[in-house]
Nanobody, 121 residues
Framework: QEQLVESGGGSVQPGGSLRLSCVAS????????MGWFRQAPGKQRELVAV???????NYHDSVNGRFTISRDSAKNTVYLQMERLKPEDTAVYYC???????????????WGQGTQVTVSS
């Protein structure tokens, strides 16, 4: 049974930090990589961070230097450490399998429930 379960979101002030978690099934972790996407109201869902099976990472320019993606294969979990958060980071965050050699697209045909991140004063 495949599933994606995101958690860790919340409301923080600008400059604050959050750590998001994504628990996936073992079959999902057999994919080439895992990524975090986000979607703000009225905007298209976008890939913000990806980590390959070998541990290489890539980030969208808007989060580079502030966000860190990591994975713990033993726990079937992908993390997104978010530092120095900005109001522009406000969105629902989702995880999915990603093959970055194909493009910044989800590899699965379904999504988890996502977790809301709100950054405001």
């Amino acid at each position: 049974q495949e599933q994606l379960v995101e958690s860790g979101g919340g409301s923080v002030q600008p400059g604050g930090s959050l750590r998001l978690s994504c628990v996936a099934s073992g079959s999902i972790f057999s994919m080439n990589g895992m990524g975090w996407f986000r979607q703000a109201p009225g905007k298209q869902r976008e890939l913000v961070a990806v980590i390959t099976s070998g541990g290489n990472t890539n980030y969208h320019d808007s989060v580079n230097g502030r966000f860190t993606i990591s994975r713990d294969s033993a726990k079937n979990t992908v993390y997104l450490q978010m530092e120095r958060l900005k109001p522009e980071d406000t969105a629902v965050y989702y995880c999915n399998a990603v093959d970055i050699t194909v493009g910044p697209f989800p590899a699965l045909d379904y999504w988890g429930q996502g977790t809301q991140v709100t950054v405001s004063s």
